[in-house]
Structures are given as structure tokens and as C-alpha cells.
């Protein structure tokens, strides 16, 4: 256990965005950080590693979605593109009555974060292994979700193509984005009406403690997505929907 002065930082981050965190879900996030650093040694997670940047950069950002949802009560949840486990994680030690699937096409990752799940005691929730083109055309997954996370990098509109299919109509589709999003996000606009969306709003703010500019986009999926979408893989980001 770190010492209080250690996790000021932390603290003052989850006071900007108005959260508190249980003693238990303070030692889940450690014992996260710890896992994360321990297995980085030996495979790429991440190249953040100092305590205070994983704070702020993942652990705080991924936490920023309460900014557009302030309570994801018991929602079916899907993390495309997770990675080491941003946002799902940390969404789910805020919310532990979700149930999240962390879906990513590196199995090495999912390995980690099927040991994170085990060891965090993180009950309705599972990992898949995949290309979202593939895994969104299976019926079991297609439209099932009521909201679609990624912090994934890639064009607003190739996320899109990836995402609203899991998003059941009523659901949301969420981007971590960064503070210059104007044109991205116009680009995208075609993909977003094609998939069945729509831009509720964007909420433009800064990581608690810096000066790192970040963005919401929050999609509202409104239609059914066309059966052709997403594109075989490798398509959509050689030829993105405009």
C-alpha cells in the first residue's frame, strides 16, 4: 500500500471529477498499477509507468466518462481496442455492477487482463480475442451493448465502423478523444449517419492536474447498423466512410 501523501495526485483527481472511491476500490486500482508495471517488464502495455502519469493518464482519463455518464448503473459494456485495460478497467472498479467484455485483437493483452480480473475479483466480466470486423458480425455480440467505449487510436470515423454495430439502438458509443477533434469529428459524420448514429455531444475538458486536453464524443445509436458494416478487415482504415 502506498503511503496517503503518495496518492494526493489521485485523490485530487477523483475530487475534480467529483468521485469517491471506497478503501476497497483504492487497493483494486493499486493492485492494478502494480500488475501493470510487473507485467510490463516482460511485454508492451504501455510506455507510462510512473505512478502519477498512470494516475492522471489512465487511470483519471478513463474515469472521465462520469463527466457524460455519471452512473452506468448495471449496463452491458464493451471496451474495443482495450489494451491494458483502458477504460473498462477502471470503469468497472467505479461501477462494479456492469458487466464488461474487454475485446482486443492481441492475445497477450487479454492474458494480462484475464490475470487482472481473477486478481481484482472483478465479478461479470470476460475478455474476448478478436478483430472487431469479425466479432461484431456474430449475432451473440451485434447490437447487444448498451454502451461501446474506446480509447483506441484511430480515425473517429474507422471507430465508428468498429463500434455502432455492438450498440444496441437506445445504446451509446463513447470515443476518448483528444482536445482538437473539429475536423475529426466532421470527417466522421458520414459514418456516424450511415452506422445509424448521432452526435448527442462532445464534451471538451482538461485532465485534472495538467494541462492535457481531452474530448468526449458521445454517439447515440438511433437505427440498426446495415449488415455490411463493419468492412472485411483492414478495409476501413485504408478506406474510411466520407
Same mark, same amino acid.
Not at 6 to 16: M, P, R, S
Not at 48 to 72: E, Q, W
Given at each position: 500500500?502506498? %503511503?496517503?501523501?503518495?496518492?494526493?495526485?489521485?485523490?485530487?483527481?477523483?475530487? &475534480?471529477? #467529483?468521485?469517491?472511491?471506497?478503501?476497497?476500490? !483504492?487497493?483494486?486500482?493499486?493492485?492494478?498499477?502494480?500488475?501493470?508495471?510487473?507485467?510490463?517488464?516482460?511485454?508492451?502495455?504501455t510506455a507510462i509507468i510512473n505512478f502519477d502519469s498512470v494516475v492522471r493518464k489512465h487511470f483519471i482519463d478513463?474515469?472521465?466518462?462520469?463527466? &457524460?455518464?455519471?452512473?452506468?448503473?448495471? !449496463?452491458?459494456?464493451?471496451?474495443?481496442? +482495450?489494451?491494458?485495460?483502458?477504460p473498462g478497467v477502471p470503469l468497472k472498479i467505479m461501477f462494479p455492477d456492469i458487466e464488461l467484455m474487454l475485446l482486443?485483437? +492481441?492475445? $497477450?493483452?487479454? @492474458?494480462?487482463?484475464?490475470?487482472?480480473?481473477? $486478481?481484482?475479483?472483478? =465479478?461479470?466480466?470476460?475478455?474476448?480475442?478478436? /478483430?472487431?470486423?469479425?466479432?461484431?458480425?456474430?449475432?451473440?455480440? @451485434?447490437?447487444? *451493448?448498451?454502451?461501446?467505449?474506446? /480509447?483506441?487510436?484511430?480515425?473517429?470515423?474507422?471507430?465508428?465502423?468498429?463500434?455502432?454495430? *455492438?450498440?444496441?439502438?437506445?445504446? +451509446? *458509443?463513447? &470515443?476518448?478523444?483528444?482536445?482538437?477533434?473539429?475536423?475529426?469529428?466532421?470527417?466522421?459524420?458520414?459514418?456516424?449517419?450511415?452506422?445509424?448514429? $448521432?452526435?448527442? @455531444?462532445?464534451? %471538451?475538458?482538461?485532465?485534472?492536474? #495538467?494541462?492535457?486536453?481531452?474530448?468526449?464524443?458521445?454517439? #447515440? $445509436? /438511433?437505427?440498426? =447498423?446495415?449488415?455490411?458494416?463493419? /468492412?472485411?478487415?483492414?478495409?476501413?482504415? @485504408?478506406?474510411?466512410?466520407?
Amino acid at each position: 500500500m502506498r %503511503k496517503e501523501q503518495d496518492l494526493e495526485i489521485f485523490y485530487e483527481g477523483l475530487n &475534480a471529477l #467529483g468521485i469517491s472511491l471506497s478503501d476497497a476500490q !483504492m487497493e483494486q486500482f493499486l493492485l492494478y498499477y502494480n500488475l501493470l508495471v510487473e507485467k510490463n517488464k516482460v511485454m508492451n502495455l504501455t510506455a507510462i509507468i510512473n505512478f502519477d502519469s498512470v494516475v492522471r493518464k489512465h487511470f483519471i482519463d478513463s474515469l472521465c466518462l462520469v463527466k &457524460a455518464m455519471p452512473d452506468l448503473g448495471s !449496463m452491458k459494456v464493451l471496451d474495443l481496442g +482495450t489494451g491494458a485495460g483502458f477504460p473498462g478497467v477502471p470503469l468497472k472498479i467505479m461501477f462494479p455492477d456492469i458487466e464488461l467484455m474487454l475485446l482486443d485483437s +492481441t492475445k $497477450k493483452k487479454l @492474458r494480462f487482463l484475464d490475470i487482472v480480473i481473477e $486478481k481484482l475479483n472483478l =465479478s461479470k466480466s470476460s475478455t474476448i480475442h478478436g /478483430r472487431a470486423e469479425d466479432i461484431a458480425k456474430i449475432p451473440e455480440y @451485434r447490437e447487444q *451493448f448498451d454502451l461501446c467505449v474506446s /480509447r483506441a487510436v484511430a480515425d473517429l470515423s474507422v471507430l465508428v465502423e468498429y463500434s455502432l454495430p *455492438f450498440v444496441k439502438v437506445g445504446g +451509446t *458509443f463513447v &470515443a476518448y478523444k483528444s482536445d482538437d477533434i473539429v475536423e475529426e469529428l466532421d470527417i466522421a459524420s458520414t459514418a456516424i449517419n450511415l452506422l445509424g448514429g $448521432k452526435t448527442d @455531444r462532445v464534451l %471538451k475538458f482538461t485532465l485534472p492536474g #495538467g494541462d492535457d486536453g481531452r474530448s468526449l464524443i458521445c454517439i #447515440g $445509436k /438511433r437505427n440498426t =447498423s446495415p449488415d455490411a458494416y463493419p /468492412r472485411k478487415p483492414g478495409v476501413a482504415p @485504408r478506406e474510411p466512410l466520407k
